[in-house]
């Protein structure tokens, strides 16, 4: 039940287009759902976090779509470019003083020119 | 912008050897905590760490393994006795309130090695 589920395991994306990740969860305790970036060699990054109260958050180029009844959620990056090329996890999390993330499978994004 | 600094980037040992991975976390940060992650794997969480003392631990973090904040500054994860399975990207990240309101900040990571 702590398990996070991410699909596709990579993808391949012409420069522009728009690679959307999904994930999925079945423990509904979980209330904070963060993307995180991560380039070869580098630690992971935040990129957009979630709460379950609201459907979607923007910032910038990457938006969060939330269904919590669905307990699904994924991230779409806009006008995709070169430099997008990373790995990609989702993550949940329940609330508390030193909540650990639960992290999905991981996607990996290649933006093609 | 202020950094999660882990040493060293890369560490080969012998099994059976002890190992200390360390960590300096963000300075006004108050939470602490260690992942893992086996190459191609995802990211596991192992310990956190708040007040001086562990909040939470993964059944991954058995005996072997041990954290301490030594000196108000450094973060330090020990692997008592290594064995194959320990070869990872360890990864330390901190945090100045809960989750919710700030994330994490992750380090670069400490690529260990059991020979």
């Known amino acids: 039940q702590q398990q996070v589920k991410q699909s596709p395991q990579s993808l391949i994306v012409q420069k522009g287009g728009i690679p959307i990740i999904n994930c999925a969860y079945e423990n509904t305790a979980f209330d904070y759902f963060p993307w995180y970036q991560q380039f070869p060699g580098k630690g992971p990054a935040l990129l957009i976090a979630i709460r379950p109260d609201v459907s979607e958050k923007k910032e910038g180029r990457f938006t969060i779509s939330f269904n919590k009844s669905a307990k699904q959620f994924s991230l779409h990056i806009m006008d995709s470019q070169p430099g997008d090329s990373a790995t990609y996890f989702c993550a949940a999390s329940k609330s508390g003083t030193a909540s650990k993330l639960t992290f999905g499978t991981g996607t990996r994004l290649q933006v093609t020119l | 912008e202020p950094e999660v600094t882990q040493t060293p980037s890369h560490q080969v040992t012998q099994m059976g050897q002890e190992v200390i991975l360390r960590c300096v976390p963000i300075s006004n940060h108050l939470y602490f905590y260690w992942y893992r992650q086996i190459l191609g794997q995802k990211v596991e969480f192992l310990v956190s760490f708040y007040n001086n003392e562990i909040s939470e631990k993964s059944e991954i973090f058995d005996d072997q393994f041990s954290v301490e904040r030594p000196d108000g500054s450094n973060f330090t994860l020990k692997i008592r006795s290594t064995k194959l399975e320990d070869s990872a990207m360890y990864f330390c990240?901190?945090?100045?309130?809960?989750?919710?309101?700030?994330?994490?900040?992750f380090g670069s990571g400490t690529r260990l090695t059991v020979v």
């Open positions: 990240a901190s945090s100045p309130q809960g989750i919710l309101t700030y994330g994490y900040t």
